[in-house]
């Protein structure tokens, strides 16, 4: 069992939605979801240093954290918060997965930066990161 925190923007929660459908279909593969939810109060924390505790909370049990890497993560707040506590807010960092959208031609160059592995948007590659 894979505990994981998928970043996302809800702006562009179709390619989270078809993320979460790749990983909840993939074979001989079963995880544990800490990503925080669309209705979750943290979206709604008073002030910066909240909304970093509430995120290092939420990041705590997961072992990775998946980032999709399409050209709007590069002006998120939240991504780069999590960049940061994936970094530098643990004891052992959490390893940064930077997912390549399908058919995107352009991609954030501050995930990939961060990223400890890039994968393409299949399956095999996905997973076969997660299990590293």
Same mark, same amino acid.
């Given at each position: 069992m894979?505990?994981?925190l998928i970043s996302h923007s809800w702006t562009y929660s179709d390619a989270y939605d078809r993320l979460v459908d790749l990983l909840d279909n993939a074979s001989y593969f079963s995880y544990r979801n800490y990503s925080v939810p669309k209705d979750d109060p943290i979206h709604n924390a008073p002030t910066q240093w909240q909304l970093k505790? !509430? =995120?290092?909370a939420q990041m705590a049990p997961a072992s990775c954290v998946l980032i999709l890497a399409g050209v709007y993560s590069t002006y998120s707040k939240w991504?780069?918060?999590?960049?940061?506590?994936?970094?530098?807010g643990f004891y052992t960092p959490k390893?940064?997965? !930077? =997912?390549e959208p399908w058919g995107s031609e352009r991609t954030s160059q501050v995930v990939k930066n961060a990223a400890d592995e890039?994968?393409?948007?299949?399956t095999s590659s996905i997973v076969g990161a997660i299990r590293k």
């Open positions: 894979y505990n994981l505790e !509430a =995120i290092k991504i780069n918060i999590e960049i940061d506590l994936a970094k530098n390893r940064i997965i !930077a =997912i890039i994968v393409k948007w299949n």
